[in-house]
């Protein structure tokens, strides 16, 4: 059964007193488990999709489930709960709070859950370790690299263990090690763990290591390739 | 952990992090409580002093059209003639000199007083002895204030308007002017001002009548006796002689209770701009953590619990600056001769701390609101 069911998916915004068709009855369905990549030129609705999938944005029509649960039926705050439930989100430029460490960082979702203070620990360790930043859990982010920042960000958006991985060119602002390296963990995360990543980029070989890559244009699925 | 603690939590993380804001703002804080905590101190000294109560029972003999220590002599016969009257309890012949007329912060006041009208008293002492007072010519009890300003102890000498004493007693009273004050023989005073003349004028005589209902009936017929002799009296209530005395000070406190208001709405209004400010300048930061799953409570909740962790330290520390201030410094604004000392009530401390947090809660309301309700998406954007 799919993990995501996007059907005749539109969304729409005003510009200048204009309608701008971002998504224009977007059909989609990504399997629980699978790693896909979202492409397309600028403009063409990958993060907006994205945006839509994690419940930051609302569609204007048409139906979005994930994981069964219709996401135009949840209130703001139902939705940010069921954001901390149920997606972990990787963005372009870390976005880890300032005063916190890394370590405080990846244990900042948890915060919303009923754990223990024990559990919260272990949780937050182990996720350290699977990106190999358990040795610098006390810097604050600006005492990390880039990589480390975006590898602290991914061990956050793990933590939780979410249903639903999703990642807005994580390797945008990375140079082609860290890149790598962030993509061996992407790869390691859905052969090791099953987890379901969704990622845009705009880089057709970050693109390739994921199982299938789904192009957008104009807002509608031009096409669906499955990797080499 | 429940969800409040949560955003406690985050918040002294925060707060602790930025340290250098979170400091600068704890410190406007509790600057603007110490300043309001001590105003409203000396207000309340300022009402304990000149506002008229039922039960009062003093009253205040002066030389009629005579405004200061200096210029108001009453012969001290006056004292039996008044003791005459009905209605009177008792009469004490004061003499006062001070060295200073003027409103000043650090006056030295000496009363002189008869030796037996101060033992019938049983005047209160912190330290010294009655005794040792009344067998020793130019000993003082001095009051508790002025020996803390002064740093006086028991064998100290005092030097001020040309009279030396030698401190006896450390004297407690519930009345400023007895806090504020040397007293001394009577008869050693005059002997002093006088400058080698002769004694029997005094400045004023304390009269204490024995049925507060009487006390205005009692002044009239005290005035209406001295009317026609060589020196008229005005005579007052103690808490209205003291406003008309202090009038200058207690204008200075009323226009340093408007200086006061505006400092704590400049405050608040700076308080209320830098959190704003501060929360405009996090949107990324709240971005991220609503993408993490904190709801709009939530967000608002972290940046009211940092306007009250901000208002509560910056209340406590202002507060317990302003009664260390005020405690230790032995403030006292003197003018005419009298006193009047800040009352230091632990309820306007407690006000003061809690009015700092409410005014934390209360700058950081619109933010919160406003953080909470920005569209997740137009952040974002933003953010990424």
């Known amino acids: 059964m799919s993990l995501i069911e996007c059907r005749s998916l539109c969304k729409d915004y005003r510009r200048g007193g204009e309608a701008v068709h971002v998504l224009d009855h977007l059909d989609l369905s990504i399997e629980r488990g699978s790693y896909t990549a979202l492409m397309g030129p600028s403009g063409s609705g990958k993060t907006t999709l994205l945006n839509l999938l994690a419940g930051i944005d609302r569609a204007t029509s048409g139906e979005l489930l994930v994981d069964g649960t219709d996401l135009a039926r949840l209130d703001r705050n139902q939705l940010a709960l069921w954001r901390s439930r149920h997606v972990g989100y990787v963005f372009q430029l870390y976005n880890l709070v300032p005063v916190l460490s890394a ?4 244990e ?31 810097h604050l982010p600006r005492q990390l690299s880039g990589g480390q920042e975006q590898r602290v960000a991914i061990a956050r958006a793990l ?26 963990l992407f790869g390691r995360l859905h052969r090791e763990r099953g987890q379901t990543i969704v990622m845009v980029t705009h880089d057709e070989a970050i693109a390739r290591r994921a199982e299938r890559t789904v192009r957008l244009e104009k807002g509608r699925l031009a096409s669906v390739e499955a990797a080499r | 952990m429940s969800a409040l603690m949560t955003r406690i939590r985050y918040a002294l993380r925060s707060a602790r992090r930025q340290r250098l804001r979170t400091v600068a703002l704890v410190g406007g804080v509790a600057l603007t409580t110490a300043l309001a905590a001590a105003i409203a101190c000396i207000d309340l000294g300022v009402r304990d002093a000149t506002t008229t ?44 000199v001070v060295s200073n007329c003027r409103a000043s912060l650090d006056v030295v006041t000496f009363r002189g007083v008869p030796v037996e009208d101060l ?135 009323g226009f340093s209770s408007l200086i006061g208001i505006g400092a704590v709405l400049a405050a608040f209004g700076l308080l209320a701009t830098t959190m704003v400010n501060v929360t405009r300048h996090r949107s990324r930061e709240f ?95 933003g953010a990424s």
Not at chain 1, 103 to 106: A, G, I
Not at chain 2, 206 to 211: F, I
Not at chain 2, 305 to 316: D, Q, R, S, T
């Open chain 1, 108 to 138: 900042l979702p948890l915060l919303l859950h009923d754990l223990s203070a024990a559990e919260r620990h272990r949780r937050v360790v182990e996720a350290l370790e699977s990106v190999d930043l358990a040795s610098r859990h006390g």
């Open chain 2, 119 to 253: 033992r019938a008293m049983a005047p209160r002492l912190a330290a010294g002895s009655l005794d040792a007072w009344a067998g020793h010519g130019n000993g003082a009890l001095v009051g508790r204030e002025l020996a803390a300003r002064r740093g006086l102890r028991v064998g100290s000498s005092l030097t001020a308007a040309g009279i030396d004493v030698v401190v006896d007693g450390i004297l407690e009273s519930d009345d400023p002017q007895w806090r504020n004050s040397a007293l001394t023989h009577l008869a050693f005073l005059q002997e002093r001002a006088a400058r080698g003349g002769t004694g029997g004028i005094v400045t004023q005589f304390d009269v204490t009548v024995s049925d507060p209902a009487r006390l205005e009936e009692v002044a009239r017929a005290i005035d209406e006796r001295f009317k026609a002799d060589e020196a008229p009296t005005a005579t007052r209530p103690q808490t209205a002689f003291v406003a008309r005395a202090a009038r200058d000070v207690v204008a200075l406190a």
């Open chain 2, 53 to 96: 109560r039922a039960g009062e029972t003093r009253l205040i003999v002066y030389r009629e059209n005579r405004f200061c220590p200096f210029a108001s002599a009453l012969p001290q016969r006056y004292d039996r003639q008044i003791a005459e009257l009905p209605g009177v309890a008792a009469v004490v012949p004061v003499k006062i």
């Open chain 2, 287 to 381: 971005a991220v953590l609503r993408t993490l799953g904190f709801t709009d409570g939530g967000i608002s909740a972290i940046v009211l619990a940092e306007g009250a962790l901000v208002g509560a330290f910056g209340g406590l520390l202002g507060a317990g600056l302003a009664w260390l201030g005020l405690s230790r410094a032995g403030l006292a604004f003197t003018m005419e001769g009298v006193s009047i000392t800040p009352r230091l009530d632990p309820s306007i401390f407690i006000l003061a701390s809690a009015c700092a947090l409410v005014a934390g809660l209360l700058a950081t309301a619109i933010p919160a609101w406003t953080a909470s309700r920005a569209r997740l998406v137009d952040l974002l954007r």
């Open chain 1, 159 to 184: 933590v939780t263990q979410p249903t639903l991985l999703l990642a807005d060119e994580p390797t945008g602002d990375l140079d082609r090690a860290n890149a790598d390296a962030v993509m061996d």
């Open chain 1, 103 to 106: 370590y405080e960082n990846v």
